[in-house]
């Protein structure tokens, strides 16, 4: 699976589309918005992203304790969130490209958010997340 995931369709929930980056999106505001209430505990299931390619991608819900997850959900709002959602969805885009494909099927399918919400944890400022998560970095 390339980076980018150009036309690789996805189904999340009833919707559906094309484009990895554009899933992960979907993704992470459907896990931001709707996977957690206002404390960081968790809302209730949130489906995962099924990828064309017969791959699941999801991201890490505890049943206490998102603050990650809620910090980010502080920071989606307005033009820098607009951003800062492109870049994450990018960050998970490259590490879904290096998962073995022989292989792919056997791990947790939110292995890669962890990584993602680690940062989360460790950076409280909207404008250095959105430098952490910037392709490059």
């Known amino acids: 699976m390339s980076a980018e995931g150009e036309g690789a369709g996805w189904r999340l929930g009833e919707r559906r ?28 299931p949130i489906d995962s992203l099924a990828l064309d390619s017969g791959q699941l991608v999801a991201v890490a819900l505890r049943p206490h304790d998102n603050s990650a997850l809620l910090r980010l959900r502080g920071f989606l709002d307005g033009a820098k969130g607009v951003v800062l959602l492109e870049n994450l969805a990018r960050a998970h885009a490259r590490l879904l490209s290096q998962r073995d494909p022989l292989t792919s099927n056997d791990i947790d399918p939110s292995t890669e958010s962890l ?23």
């Open 17 to 44: 589309g094309e484009g990895l980056v554009a899933g992960l999106r979907a993704l992470w505001r459907q896990a931001a918005v709707h996977g957690i209430d206002g404390a960081g505990e968790a809302a209730g």
């Open 115 to 137: 990584a993602l919400l680690t940062l989360a944890s460790l950076i409280d400022d909207a404008d250095a997340l959105l430098r952490a998560y910037k392709p490059g970095h």
